[in-house]
């Protein structure tokens, strides 16, 4: 089981930045999909970007052109970076790693990001 610990929430204005990281207790060069989830108070817990093994990633659209996953293997981190935040971005933020075969995942304990207007 992969331990995941995020830091780098805060309190941000609207318009600002955030960078989070996610550190992983093994080597991530071989886990299938790494993402970043969040999740508003009253609402479900959605996917915000994901970047699989190869290097390919994936955006909600709400964040398209305005966060930035990528992934350093040899610091066996995931990072979010997020600018120009609104807002809705306001959530605790996940990372997840998913093992596709055999298929697992492991969460991180959460990060809280709050945006004021």
């Known amino acids: 089981q992969v331990q995941l610990v995020e830091s780098g929430g805060g309190l941000v204005q609207a318009g600002g930045s955030l960078r989070l990281s996610c550190v992983a207790s093994?080597?991530?060069?071989?886990?299938?999909?790494m993402g970043w989830y969040r999740q508003a108070p009253g609402k479900q817990r959605e996917l915000v970007a994901s970047?699989?093994?190869?290097?390919?990633?994936n955006y909600a659209d709400s964040v398209k052109g305005r966060f930035i996953i990528s992934k350093d293997n040899a610091k066996n981190t995931v990072y979010l970076q997020m600018d120009s935040l609104k807002s809705e971005d306001t959530a605790v933020y996940y990372c997840?790693?998913?093992?596709?075969?055999?298929?697992?995942?492991?969460w991180g304990q959460g990060t809280q990001v709050t945006v004021s207007s």
């Open positions: 997840a790693a998913h093992i596709l075969f055999p298929q697992r995942s492991s």
């Open positions: 093994t080597s991530i060069f071989r886990i299938n999909v």
């Open positions: 970047v699989t093994s190869g290097g390919t990633t």
